[in-house]
Structure formats: C-alpha cells, structure tokens
C-alpha cells in the first residue's frame, strides 16, 4: 500500500506563490509515477501536473503552464508542486497521487491513478 500525504496548502493573494508537497509512505517510491490534481467547488477533479519516475518527464495541464513546477525528491519520498503567480481560479483542494510505473511515463487521467492523498487546501484571493 502506499500512503500520501499533502502539505503546504493555505490561503495566499493572487499574484503570491506556494508550495505544496507530498510525502509518500513506500520503499521503492522511484517505482512510482506522481500526478497532482486538484477540485474547485461545484467542479469535477482535474489534472494539473504530473512527473514520471525520474523527474525526467512532465505534464502540465494549459491553465498552470509557466506558473506551476512540478519535482520529485526519490531520496526523501517527496514530491512537489511550486506555484508561482497564482490566480483565484486556482482555488482548490489539491491532491496528490501515484500509481505503479514500469515504463517511465507520466499520466494525466485519474483514472491512471491507483493511491490519492487527503488533499490539501489552497484559497487565492483576489
């Protein structure tokens, strides 16, 4: 089983930055591809970023291009989502998640996904 755990949520002004992180309870997290997605009210989860096993590869959903920066960390278990400029569309409840990889690839659907994390909030004012 893995566990994940967000971080880092909060309330920012737009235009501010912030970090969110997830740390993943598993031996062999360089095994996994990471994702985060996120659910404004009223609206379904969406994709927002994902990375493959090594970091080598990454997606972004159009809205979060050139803001958002997603990384890993496979020493430490962790991965992360910087995000600059933010905006009050970005309100939501971000989630981190992972599935198996043997491949290398990244993935964008949540159907892809197999373990998700409790979600953390991030409110933008504007």
């Known amino acids: 089983q893995v566990q994940l755990v967000e971080s880092g949520g909060g309330l920012v002004q737009a235009g501010d930055s912030l970090t969110l992180s997830c740390a993943a309870s598993?031996?062999?997290?360089?095994?996994?591809?990471m994702g985060w997605f996120r659910q404004a009210p009223g609206k379904e989860r969406e994709f927002v970023a994902a990375i493959n096993w090594s970091g080598g590869s990454t997606h972004y959903t159009d809205s979060v291009k050139g803001r958002f920066t997603i990384s890993r960390d496979n020493a430490k278990n962790t991965v992360s989502l910087q995000m600059n400029s933010l905006k009050p569309e970005d309100t939501a409840v971000y989630y981190c998640?992972?599935?198996?990889?043997?491949?290398?690839?990244?993935?964008?659907?949540?159907?892809?996904?197999?373990?998700w994390g409790q979600g953390t909030q991030v409110t933008v004012s504007s």
């Open positions: 998640a992972a599935r198996r990889d043997y491949i290398g690839s990244y993935y964008y659907t949540e159907y892809d996904y197999m373990y």
């Open positions: 598993v031996r062999t997290f360089s095994g996994y591809a």
